[in-house]
């Protein structure tokens, strides 16, 4: 039912800046919740950052706060993952995921929770 693309992953110099995007195709509802997780060679998945799509409810990982934002634009199905001051721990493959029942808060951050994912975007980010 629903589709997700990601985008704009690639390679950046510590310090450096890069914006993800993620696109839904087919139907979606104002009540998904749609979340950033990424996950590194032998490691397990690991939640970034997420909001509800109709906006209004965010969450972030202590890693990243004051550094990431995640944005989401209803009208166009897409949400955005602003990734400035990166680090070399940073390096992963980034996945956008959708849940279309989201519920309590702390749901927002298991991986099971999600119903749809994308095929992941690569970063890369050198010393």
């Known amino acids: 039912q629903v589709q997700l693309v990601e985008s704009g992953g690639g390679l950046v110099q510590a310090g450096g800046s890069l914006k993800l995007s993620c696109v839904a195709s087919?139907?979606?509802?104002?009540?998904?919740?749609m979340g950033w997780f990424r996950q590194a060679p032998g490691k397990e998945r690991e939640f970034i950052a997420a909001?509800?799509?109709?906006?209004?409810?965010?969450d972030y990982t202590d890693s990243v706060k004051g550094r990431f934002t995640i944005s989401g634009d209803s009208a166009n199905n897409t949400v955005y993952l602003q990734m400035n001051n990166l680090k070399p721990e940073d390096t992963a493959v980034y996945y956008c995921a959708a849940d279309v029942d989201p519920s309590a808060a702390w749901r927002i951050r298991l991986p099971g929770s999600y119903d749809y994912w994308g095929q992941g975007t690569q970063v890369t980010v050198s010393t």
């Open positions: 087919g139907r979606t509802f104002r009540s998904y919740g």
């Open positions: 909001t509800r799509w109709s906006g209004g409810v965010t």
